[in-house]
């Protein structure tokens, strides 16, 4: 995805374009070189970077690691894929967060032991924490790591100071207790004491905070985790913070090996912090395994992971396999299409399926005479459509056809071939491509129906960059201009419908969303 952007000086705003099927082009701002316009000045570069972000991509954390540009403070959302528009919003479901109950959630034991969500007391950690912060400088200075030669080997060379083993415990005014020392870039990091406890002295203001948690809670700002992070998984589910650190990372450690991105880590953490107490063994390759019976490639595991990090807590027999069954004989999903489905819509697993069709099948039946195998047809493409709200989703998109002159049948036919549509923000994207359609390119709403495909491109990257060029080439019909040419790729576009090159069409649509944005921006 090419990205054009534009600062006047403290102002930024950001324009994403898709690319063109040939090569890819970032159109980004800076102050480097002047472009003036009526207000402000602009300054432009070229990247070949598809996204603005990681054009600075050598900042690294205080551990030496190199810090993916993705890792915000804030929390990326899981944005979906559309395969054309970018503008599209997905919107959350009446009742699927809320009746994500199929069945019940397995129960998993954890170390040996149930362990039940309970707010830890801690009353005597946290007095202990206070007088040892009341003592004097010398004694914090003296509550470091202990490291014997045995343990540390030092040498000075040619290369400098190197180190190859690190102990795993630090000491207190009354006893040594483990620390639970883990790895970053190959070397071992030694955390204080002292320091711990100014690091997290706004977190144990917070809640009520175990030095014991330390060593996890080390181990997790690797991944991008604050302290703000850290009380949010507290409140969530404050067992997942007792987790020994070997065993936390062990289980992080499958989760990244079967494809997990490591920028996904914090919001899986943020999500389900109770991963961290599921076994390797006894839960998560079960699970693993389970989604790669469904026909999902293992190319695509860590994506699932990512986007339903919760159905780590359903069990695979009673509440995964169960939905699964449900979606093949009471939907009518084809076994050999369930992979596509759940790749489409992971979050399809750990919902009230039975609830969210069933409302959905009668909606869509009643308010368009629907029949069964279209509104299946609707679900195997766009399976989001079950999660979508139906007073505040779906029935807003389907008033909207009706009130630019489609019947039922016409607007049955849209949303079976582009069930897509349901997904687009009335405001921002159905309502301007509507009057484009009629105001500039002169067609018809009925054309619709034959180019349904229209709704889902993007009006800035596709739309009006070729009906423009083609105008400006004096190759446009005087009459309703043909949706036909919208359709195919940027390359036999020019080659069918432009008769010129593809650098002299990107060129053009360049310049057009140049001058399309410098006029949003005087506004």
């Known amino acids: 995805m090419a990205a054009l952007s534009l600062h006047n000086f403290n102002h930024l705003v950001s324009i994403l374009s898709s690319p063109s099927s040939s090569s890819f082009w970032n159109l980004s701002f800076s102050f480097k070189n002047e472009v003036r316009f009526k207000k402000g000045k602009f300054l432009v570069f070229l990247s070949t970077h598809s996204n603005p972000k990681i054009l600075k991509s050598n900042k690294k954390s205080r551990f030496g690691q190199r810090i993916t540009s993705y890792d915000t403070d804030e929390e990326q959302e899981e944005d979906e894929d559309e395969e054309f528009d970018d503008n599209d919003d997905g919107m959350a479901g009446d009742d699927w967060l809320m009746n994500d109950d199929f069945a019940q959630p397995h129960e998993y034991v954890v170390n040996g032991k149930k362990i039940k969500s309970h707010k830890g007391s801690g009353k005597e950690g946290n007095r202990r924490l206070q007088e040892q912060r009341k003592g004097s400088k010398a004694l914090k200075s003296r509550q470091g790591l202990i490291i014997s030669e045995d343990q540390m080997d030092v040498r000075h060379g040619n290369d400098g100071l190197k180190r190859k083993s690190v102990g795993n415990s630090y000491h207190t005014s009354t006893k040594t207790k483990e620390a639970g020392s883990f790895d970053v870039d190959g070397g071992r990091m030694l955390v204080s004491k002292t320091s711990r406890e100014n690091r997290y002295q706004r977190l144990s203001d917070e809640i009520d905070l175990d030095e014991k948690w330390f060593p996890l809670l080390d181990y997790l700002s690797t991944f991008g985790l604050k302290d703000t992070h850290f009380i949010q998984m507290y409140e969530r589910h404050m067992p997942s913070l007792q987790i020994n650190v070997c065993s936390a990372q062990e289980r992080l450690d499958y989760l990244l090996s079967v494809g997990v991105k490591q920028r996904d880590v914090r919001r899986i953490l943020l999500r389900q912090p109770q991963i961290l107490e599921y076994t390797v063994e006894n839960n998560l390759k079960s699970h693993v395994a389970f989604l790669m019976s469904l026909g999902i490639p293992s190319s695509r595991i860590g994506q699932i992971i990512a986007c339903a990090p919760s159905l780590f807590s359903y069990s695979v027999e009673n509440s995964l396999k169960p939905t699964v069954r449900y979606l093949i004989e009471e939907v009518g999903i084809n076994e050999h299409d369930l992979g596509k489905v759940v790749q489409l819509s992971p979050q399809i697993l750990v919902q009230r399926i039975d609830i969210s069709w069933n409302t959905r099948y009668m909606f869509l039946s009643k308010e368009l005479g629907a029949p069964r195998d279209s509104i299946v047809k609707m679900v195997k493409k766009h399976p989001q459509l079950l999660h979508y709200s139906i007073d505040d989703g779906l029935l807003p998109r389907i008033n909207f056809l009706r009130s630019i002159g489609m019947r039922n049948s016409d607007i049955l036919k849209v949303l079976t071939s582009l069930t897509q549509v349901l997904s687009l923000s009335l405001e921002d994207n159905l309502k301007p491509k509507y009057l484009y359609l009629i105001n500039e390119l002169n067609n018809e709403v009925h054309s619709l129906t034959k180019y349904p495909m ?39 576009f020019c080659q069918q419908w432009a008769g010129t090159s593809l650098d002299k069409y990107l060129a053009f649509r360049q310049r057009l969303l140049l001058k399309e944005f410098a006029k949003k921006y005087e506004k």
């Open 454 to 492: 229209y709704l889902s491109l993007s009006l800035d990257q596709r739309i009006r960059p070729r009906h423009r060029f083609l105008v400006s080439l004096k190759k446009a019909p005087k009459g309703p201009f043909p949706l036909g040419s919208l359709v195919p790729s940027d390359e036999c």
